[in-house]
């Protein structure tokens, strides 16, 4: 069965760096264009950023743009989001996520992983 | 603010139909074939329902349909079941680029 499992996640001050790893399993990782989307507690989904398959297209939602930095390692079939300058309002659930579709820059998401809080206080 | 809008919540009765909208701000939904809808039921992991404005992935209930137009998407849910209670998030982009918009979600309660 496809398997995402995120780690990372944990209490941050303000200003300070964080790294959040997701691990696939089941699947052919280097096929599929990966994301992180979170969610705030009790608030709807955000999507944050997008990598493609070879990470030749990365993309980022303007409220973490110049502070996150997405990034693979086919060969370890991981995806990570370097986070930078955390804010309080980046506390949330982060989750990564697969495309459906081989080679798609992106797509509808249909492996979800069970997310890694992130906890932005002083 | 989401780029795209859909009604914070619907209710119906079980057997009942509904329908959720989502309406770009811009022509997002309009230009584009890429619609999804997501399902996520309290404290559980986003799945999703519809994909490509209508597809419907395998072993969801053909209860679920999804359509377009203009800029606006919906999602019907028909012969309602206590089962779909959860909250309904949709979603659009392009296959040629990494940007993803997402709805506000609809909390769907069934009376």
Known sequence: EDQLVESGGGLVQPGR?????CVASAFTFDDYAMHWVRQAPGKGLEWVSGISWNSGSIGYAGSVKGRFTISRDNAKNSLYLQMNSLRVEDTAL?????VRMVGAATDAFDIWGQGTMVTVSS | QSALTQPASVSGSPGQSITISCTGINS????????????QRPGKVPKVVIFEVSDRPSGVSNRFSGSKSGNTASLTISGLQAEDEAHYYCSTYTTSSTYVLFGGGTKLTVL
Do not use: E
Request: hydrophobic fraction near 25%.
């Open chain 2, 28 to 39: 997002d939904i309009r230009d584009s074939n890429y619609v999804s809808w997501y399902q």
């Open chain 1, 17 to 21: 760096s964080l790294r959040l790893s």
């Open chain 1, 94 to 98: 982060y989750y990564c996520a697969k």
